[in-house]
């Protein structure tokens, strides 16, 4: 696949999405309110019912200010929801055309689905830039040029990360008729341990431990706790290794997988 | 050389039986019962350069499942492909690039986008140099009058008009091995026509290797010379399309130009004794005959009759093609 092909896909794709998305911006905001909304009110309550100050290293405010960056960035880890799903390709018979094309199915996704998530990023920014401007920052949250710097990248190799691993789940559409079931599924495990619905500083000490062997919380907790400045760089450069080696082990799983899929397809629809 | 070397070629599906019902749901939970059907079954042949191929059978006779084997999109049970010297199902750039299904059945456009832009990106797809790629649209966009339609969406366009873009999206790359499935499917005479004369001018240009798939006699008569029957995912007939009804007509039929009009009954009777009458309008009778009465009844015509003009005509070819592919003596019965 050429780097051309890649982001004309890339264009072509954010463009359509623009046009199709009349409604785009109201849901998003509506979205947005109704989610932090909810943790607003919530974490008030646990705070005054716990009478403490500070729960898993976070204030009240500092974590209203998590909620809406972790919210914030799980818009871009997670891109939008696709009508080029992988599963659907695979369940109606699209995929063939990919099949008969000379370029690497994966990657075109990955094309696909940088530019549907095109928006989201438009989103990211300007909603990070009026919380940046219009919200006074608690003094535990150091945001930096440096921290903002190792943030972005971090959020970019989250969502690769986050690509793969959905895409390891799509591709059971070859065995599974129904594979949106387990999507419900899959975002209830990976927003929990992952550091979505919580922080991951909130668990208990032995799940905390458990949790850092695991790739989930490189999809929210790190990026969030990159970007408030609360990683050094020394541990960060280490974690981005970890983190890239988990890249790598999803992404042989799903050639392997792929592969498998593959002997069974098939090809309806035609 | 041929370009498309099939050996022994078989697939079989497996699909899982769905009961009706919650209850039958339930148990397919714990016990799926599988059904195995065999779509292919032990196919050879080869195709040369510049050959076309027309491969005809009825509804379920495993047509598509072959091309679908051929373009390495499922995976032979058993046997082999080899298309310009690559396994299809290894999916090498090198071989993609050389090849083309296009799908009368389903669009392979992406719906949303004009076909201007879908070509652009088939472009940087199959890595199409930018003169030909213009010459290429300039040149077919023309030739099935369709340059106007360029930038509206694919979705937005009628059957036939997104049929002749389908085609030029296929050809862009200016393939060496062609694979058709019904590409005049639904199509109006003269849409069908347009498109079977620019896939014509096509072979012509580059002499690619053809498979056609069609139900439409016009299709295969315009466009190939050899045929390929296949019944129940064998191949009964492989050979010339006009040896086609001398080996599997048995019948002709004699048409006879009489000087004035027969109204008698009795010589309807006096004909229905050498075949079956299927036309009987003014002077003209036509009459179908087996291939070992004829002498004897155009000499009793003549003999008998006054007839000004007498012709003797094959069975038109997509009846014999019927009565093939209905016929269960062609081969063993108990594998139909
Ligand atoms: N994906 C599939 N799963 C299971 N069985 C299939 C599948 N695709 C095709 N079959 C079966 O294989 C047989 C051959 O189908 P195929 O699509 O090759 O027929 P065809 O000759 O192309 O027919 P048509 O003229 O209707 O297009 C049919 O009996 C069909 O039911
Ligand atoms: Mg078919």
């Not at chain 1, 954010?14 to 989610?35: K, L």
């Not at chain 2, 296929?170 to 896939?199: A, C, M, N, W, Y």
């Not at chain 2, 016009?218 to 050979?239: A, F, N, P, T």
Request: proline letters at 3%; aromatic letters at 14%; a positive charge.
């Amino acid at each position: 696949m050429t780097t051309k092909l890649f982001f004309k896909t890339l264009n072509l794709e954010a463009r359509t999405t623009m046009s199709y998305r009349f409604d785009f911006w109201i849901s998003a905001v509506i979205g947005f309110i109704a989610e932090f909304g909810a943790v607003w009110f919530l974490w008030n309550a646990v705070f005054k019912e716990s009478n403490s100050d500070v729960i898993g290293g976070y204030s009240l405010s500092s974590m209203y200010i998590y909620y809406l960056t972790v919210i914030l960035i799980s818009k871009i880890v997670r891109g939008s929801r696709s009508k080029n799903d992988i599963a659907s390709d695979i369940y109606q018979g699209n995929l063939n055309k990919y099949l008969l094309f000379p370029v690497n199915y994966i990657l075109y996704k990955y094309a696909q689905h940088l530019g549907v998530m095109f928006p989201s990023f438009i989103q990211f920014f300007l909603f990070g830039v009026v919380v940046i401007l219009v919200i006074d920052l608690p003094n535990d949250i150091n945001l930096s040029f440096t921290s903002i710097f190792m943030a972005l990248i971090t959020i970019f190799i989250a969502n690769i990360l986050y690509f793969l691993m959905n895409y390891m789940l799509k591709l059971t559409a070859f065995w599974i008729d129904n594979v949106w079931s387990l999507d419900a599924f899959k975002w209830f495990i990976v927003s929990l341990l992952g550091g979505y619905m919580l922080p991951i500083s909130v668990f208990p000490k032995n799940l905390q431990i458990v949790l850092n062997y695991l790739p989930f919380k490189f999809l929210f907790d790190f990026p969030v706790n990159t970007l408030f400045g609360k990683i050094g760089v020394e541990i960060w450069v280490k974690e981005i290794a970890i983190s890239l080696i988990w890249c790598l082990f999803f992404l042989i799983v799903c050639r392997l997988v792929w592969k498998k899929g593959r002997l069974q397809y098939t090809g309806v629809g035609i | 050389m041929p370009l498309i070397k099939i050996n022994n070629l078989h697939k079989k599906f497996r699909v899982h039986k769905k009961e009706e019902g919650f209850l039958g749901s339930l148990k397919a939970l714990f016990k799926r019962q599988y059904i195995d059907k065999e779509a292919v079954v032990d196919v050879s042949f080869s195709v040369g350069k510049g050959e076309i191929i027309g491969l005809l059978g009825a509804n379920g006779a495993g047509k598509t499942t072959l091309l679908k084997m051929l373009t390495g999109i499922i995976h032979p049970t058993k046997g082999n492909v080899e298309i310009l010297g690559y396994n299809p199902w290894d999916r090498k750039n090198e071989f993609l690039k050389e090849i083309s299904l296009i799908m009368g059945q389903k669009a392979q456009l992406w719906w949303d986008l004009p076909a201007a832009d879908c070509f652009l990106l088939l472009k940087e797809i199959y890595v199409i140099p930018e003169k030909q790629y213009r010459e290429t649209i300039e040149e077919l966009s023309i030739k099935l009058n369709v340059k106007h339609l360029l930038n509206i969406q694919i979705r937005r366009l009628s059957l036939g008009e997104r049929m002749k873009m389908e085609l030029i999206a296929s050809l862009l790359h200016r393939p060496k091995v062609l694979f058709l499935d019904e590409p005049t499917i639904g199509l109006d005479v003269k849409s069908q026509r347009v498109i079977r004369e620019f896939i014509l001018d096509y072979i012509k240009k580059y002499s690619p290797a053809v498979i056609l798939t069609s139900h439409y006699m016009d299709d295969i008569q315009y466009l190939c010379e050899r045929v390929l029957i296949i019944r129940s995912g064998k191949i009964v007939y492989d050979g010339l399309l006009t040896d086609l009804a001398q080996k599997y007509s048995p019948n002709k039929i004699i048409k006879a130009h009489f000087k004035e009009k027969q109204e008698s009954l009795n010589i309807l009777l006096d004909l229905q004794k050498y075949g079956e009458i299927l036309h009987n309008e003014k002077e003209q009778i036509h009459l179908m005959v087996n291939r070992e009465n004829i002498s004897n009844t155009t000499n009793y015509l003549l003999e008998h009759y006054e007839i000004i003009d007498l012709s003797i005509e094959e069975v038109d070819i997509s009846i014999t093609i019927e009565s093939i592919l209905d016929n269960k003596k062609l081969d063993s019965i108990n594998d139909y």
